[in-house]
């Protein structure tokens, strides 16, 4: 096939898979309940993107940084990139506006046998294991104020297995609350997009709420005198002398890191309302909103600690 034909097909692509097709589809029988709205659509963006990721990779990103405005550079980098990459699913997204969106790109792209292998992977292995990280990454920062949640609190012994023997489980604080949210927001999802959405717009506006009182903590709590602007500013700070371009691409990776999740308002396409047209409004908004709080985060930490300090902390943000 020609690059010619190639671009002939696209515009027949999105007119084949465009609103209007959404609504023929919709009007054959029951389907999913295009429930989600601009703001909730956004807070999944918001929701999804912003995770541990940012109070986890400002100490990589400043060690390979090696000053304050590479380690700020680096986060622009990373949130070009990241949104080159939103342009690209827009395009598809908008085009084919249903859920579980890459099984729906990779049946109309290769064919159902690709498709089957990438919805069998998601889940059955993918799928679980990230779940299982989330829950596991938000008691790990649990356990940070409450060190008693590690304390074992029955065993269990499992009968002899082929290749593994008679292993010895310990159930802990951690591990019984990581299966509790597990379950908690399993069954949030099993009682309707409606539920789910409301529910996620709530600890969205939350989450963002705690991220601004992190940014104005310093000037409120600390009356300014907390941190220096120097650390920010000052020219020990700018110059860089012991930054490399392998020491910089580490902390775009760093910074790309806590970019992931930007496509995860594609995969409920398929329940949000009138999806030409907030799809990529709720996207763009959602994406400029987390990149904000992500160099207002990170430039309140250098404010506060300094580079030597952000780069050897291991809790930067606490």
């Known amino acids: 096939m020609t690059t010619e034909e190639v671009a002939a097909t696209v515009p027949a ?16 029988g029951p389907g999913l309940i295009r429930a989600l709205g601009l703001w909730t659509s956004m807070s999944v963006i918001v929701g999804v993107m912003v995770g541990s990721g940012i109070f986890l990779k400002p ?22 990139l990241s949104f080159l990459s939103v342009l690209c699913y ?41 779940h299982a990280s989330q829950a596991a990454a938000v008691m790990l920062f649990s356990e940070y104020y409450w060190p008693e949640l590690a304390k074992p609190l ?12 008679s292993p010895v489980l310990t ?33 969205t506006v939350l989450k963002v709420l705690f991220l601004v009182a992190i940014v104005a903590a310093p000037f409120v709590l600390g009356r300014g005198s907390t941190g220096s602007i120097r650390n920010i500013i000052g020219p020990e700070s700018w110059g860089g002398d012991g930054t490399s371009f392998v020491g ?14 930007t496509r995860g308002l594609l995969r409920v396409a398929g329940e949000i309302k009138d999806p030409t047209r907030t799809l990529p409004r709720a996207t763009v908004w959602g994406f400029v909103i987390t990149t904000l709080l992500y160099l207002l985060i990170t430039a309140i930490c ?14 930067v943000v606490s």
């Open 248 to 261: 910089f691409t580490m902390a775009v990776y760093a910074a790309l890191w806590a970019f992931s999740g």
């Open 13 to 28: 692509l999105a007119s084949r898979d465009s609103g209007a097709a959404v609504k023929e589809a919709s009007s054959k």
């Open 302 to 315: 250098f404010y506060v600690l300094g580079l030597d300090g952000v780069a050897g902390s291991p809790h």
């Open 59 to 80: 100490a990589e990103i400043a060690a390979g940084a090696g000053s304050v405005a590479w380690a700020l550079a680096a986060w622009a980098t990373a949130a070009g």
């Open 171 to 203: 159930m802990s604080g951690l591990r019984l609350g990581a299966g509790v949210l597990i379950i908690g927001f399993t069954l949030l999802a099993v009682a309707g997009i409606r539920a789910a959405g409301r529910t996620l717009l709530t600890i």
């Open 154 to 165: 029955f065993t269990l012994s499992v009968p002899t297995l082929p290749w593994i023997g």
């Open 90 to 130: 827009l395009e598809i997204g908008t085009s084919m506006p249903q859920a579980a969106s890459d099984y729906v790109f990779l049946r109309r792209a290769f064919g159902p046998g690709v498709s089957f292998l990438y919805g069998w992977r998601s889940v059955v292995v993918s799928g679980p294991a990230s």
